[in-house]
């Protein structure tokens, strides 16, 4: 493949933030965007509503009596035998705001966060931001997998859970759960549950949402976009299982926070209630695409193949690769260091891309030595 290929039959067709990042001639692997066309059923969604009725939405005073609420609920009920209580949901523009408002409105400075590491970073710099300490879990690796070590979590006000997790792609099992529930329990901690990468899960691993574990104690975080290539809709939601969280959240003025807009609403429920077929064939295709990197990686660069999501999480033993591949190879990934403690020698390469041009990242990658 060459760099003209590279350069007009993708960069001129994606002119979003994970290709105009990259130079002429880098093919970008770094942030979570698929290299693919939307559900055919999300754009007919957003066709008809542009073309028909822009004015303010039915559901504009009780989004949690809406199409995004109902639609959460059934996708729940449908795929993991959850039946939450749509009235307990919320929208947010996305996961990073709806995390920021929820720590905003039930922590305070110094609280801490535990949360697995590495970790998704933008996670890390809110809590940074937000003088909230980071009480690391950290995921060492068993095997073929991850393994948790969880340290004291006296002291701290949340358990930020990131199931599947980012950038490990660990599915964590019910005895995993429920130690975290027993932990929480102990240690009275709401539960920020990101559920985003749920849909990404491949077989024989199976998600389990937390709010079938912890109800109370637990906020669950998701969103289409990871699983629908929809990142610019800006619309995500929060089921709000704890009551006193619930609380703190009313007693905000309504709007302080803003909610998701009608196009937002319109592709996720448009998704979530007919866009099946397409996420088979998308997980299809990056099941293949994961079991392709095993094969085709450098020897001595250490991969566990992921269990979910479109991410794989790269050991080259030594720090400051992602440089080293843009510069020599033109593959554009993401450094590790900025996943928090444990990632400081891992790239993340991102394989949600069709078949010829993983071909060809894995061809690049595989001329600089680890």
């Known amino acids: 493949m060459s760099d003209t290929f590279v350069g007009e039959a993708f960069k001129a ?14 093919i970008p692997a770094w942030v ?3 290299d ?9 969604a957003l066709r008809r509503r542009a073309e028909g009725d822009l004015g303010y939405p039915s559901w504009l005073d009780s989004p949690q009596s809406g199409p995004l609420a109902e639609a959460f609920a059934e996708r729940m009920a449908a795929r993991y035998g959850w039946e939450p209580d749509p009235g307990l949901v919320r929208s947010y523009s996305d996961i990073n705001q709806a995390l920021q408002v929820l720590l905003h409105v039930w922590t305070a ?3 801490g966060v535990a949360l697995h590491t590495p970790a998704y970073h933008p996670f890390l710099g809110t809590l940074e931001t937000m003088d909230r300490p ?14 948790a070590e969880i340290p004291d979590l006296s ?6 859970l990131v199931n599947p997790q980012n950038p490990t792609g660990r599915v964590f099992t019910r005895a995993e759960l429920e130690e975290l529930a027993e932990l929480a329990e102990r240690h009275d901690l709401l539960v920020i549950s990101d559920e985003i990468h749920a849909d990404l899960v491949y077989e024989p691993n199976r998600h389990i949402p937390f709010g079938t574990i912890l109800p109370h104690r637990t906020v669950t975080l998701t969103s289409a976009t990871k699983a629908f290539n929809l990142g610019g809709i800006r619309c995500s939601v929060a089921h709000l299982g704890s009551p006193g969280l619930r609380g703190a959240l009313d007693a905000q003025p309504p709007f302080l926070f803003g909610s998701a807009n009608v196009f937002g609403v319109e592709a996720t429920v448009a998704a979530w209630r007919h866009g099946d077929a397409w996420l088979a064939d998308t ?16 020897e001595g660069v250490t991969y566990r193949v992921p269990e979910a999501t479109y991410l794989a999480w790269l050991d080259y033993g030594r720090p400051g690769v992602a440089e080293q591949l843009e510069r020599e190879a033109k593959v554009l990934l993401s450094d590790g260091a900025v996943f928090g403690p444990g990632g400081e020698t891992f790239v993340r390469l991102n394989f949600a891309t069709s078949e010829p041009v993983l071909a060809e990242i894995l061809r690049r990658i595989a001329t600089v030595t680890p």
């Open 283 to 298: 997980v299809a295709l990056l099941d293949r695409n994961r079991r392709a990197i095993a094969e085709h990686l450098p």
């Open 109 to 111: 400075p110094g609280d």
């Open 36 to 44: 693919l066309p939307s559900a055919p059923e999300v754009v007919e």
């Open 13 to 26: 067709r994606n002119d979003g933030l994970k290709w105009a990042k990259a130079d002429p001639g880098v």
């Open 32 to 34: 979570a965007d698929m």
């Open 134 to 147: 980071l009480r690391p879990i950290r995921l060492v690796p068993d095997g073929d997998s991850w393994r």
């Open 155 to 160: 002291g701290c006000k949340v358990l930020l």
